[in-house]
Structures are given as C-alpha cells and as structure tokens.
C-alpha cells in the first residue's frame, strides 16, 4: 500500500493498533495465569478489561470513519509478545518470573504509549477532535497501567533478588 498522505497513515496506525490489542486480548489471560503474585494477576487482570474497552474505542473510531479496522498485522506486539511466551516456557522461580512478567508487560505498556500517542496527534492534526480525545483516553490508561507496573516492581523485584540468595556482577 501506497502511503500518499498523513491520514492514510493514521489509518494505518490505528489498524497496527486494533490488531496489536487483539494479540494483547489473547495474551494477557496467559500472562495471568503464569503470575504468581496476587498484585501481578490483578493487574492483569484489570488490564484485560481496560484492553477490551480500548477494542470498542478503536471501532468507534473506525465506524466515524467509515472504514474497516481490520487489514494488518501488527508485527512488533508480535515480537513482543513471542518474548513473553518464551519467558513463560522457562523453569524460573516464581518471584524472578513475576519479575520477568512485569517487565514484559511494561513493553507492551510502552509499544501501545508510542502508538496511541502518535495516533491521538495524527487525529489532532487531521480535524478529528472526538477521535483524538479516545485516543488520549487510552493512552492515559497504557501511561497508568505502566505507572501500576513499576509500583509492583518495587516489591517484586526485590523478591526476586531474595528469592535466590545470590547477587550477579
């Protein structure tokens, strides 16, 4: 595809961003599941509902547009994600892989920052106030979820410095 203008790019911005919450729907349950710290699991948890919330204001989106939000795959959330289930398959303690899981999830958390907030400048640009506000919702909520992320981090991080005794230099 041809990209002759700033809208066609935001288009397909916004489908890079519909199918990477689609592969973050699919994700976070296992993420879930493979964390053992009731503070992980609960944001992921929580973060599962904010991502389907996000699905429907990116369809919004796309129905004031009158467009399709299907078409593209998004390949980085791919990757990123592909590392997350390898991290999953390792036989870690239970501390270092929450560890491990919330750094994952934090680059999850700055992927969608980046494309949320290139988006929601595109839509400011383009004359699209009401887009450009969901767009700005959801970004504050990827900004928060990350926020909650290092939070957690503080206490598990440590964990799993403890967990095993050692230190590495």
């Known amino acids: ?4 203008s700033l809208h ?3 288009i397909e911005g916004l489908r890079d961003l519909y199918s990477a919450e689609h592969q973050i729907l699919k994700a976070l349950p296992k993420l879930h599941k493979g964390a053992t710290n009731p503070k992980v699991k609960e944001a992921f948890a929580t973060h599962l509902a904010q991502t389907e919330e996000q699905v429907v204001r990116l369809e919004q989106i796309f129905t004031e547009l009158g467009m399709s939000p299907k078409g593209k795959h998004c390949k980085g959330m791919e990757g990123i994600i592909a590392e997350c289930a390898d991290l999953l398959k390792e036989d870690a303690d239970p501390e270092v892989l929450d560890a491990g899981l919330i750094a994952s999830a934090q680059h999850v958390e700055h992927y969608e920052m980046a494309g949320y907030g290139t988006a929601r400048t595109y839509a400011q640009l383009l004359g699209f106030p009401k887009q450009a506000e969901l767009l700005q919702l959801t970004l504050d909520e990827e900004q928060a979820t990350d926020l909650l992320l290092t939070e957690i981090s503080l206490s598990v991080n440590v964990d799993a410095i403890v967990g095993d005794g050692e230190m590495v230099e």
Request: no cysteine; proline share 0%.
């Open 1 to 4: 595809m041809e990209l002759a």
């Open 8 to 10: 066609e790019l935001y």
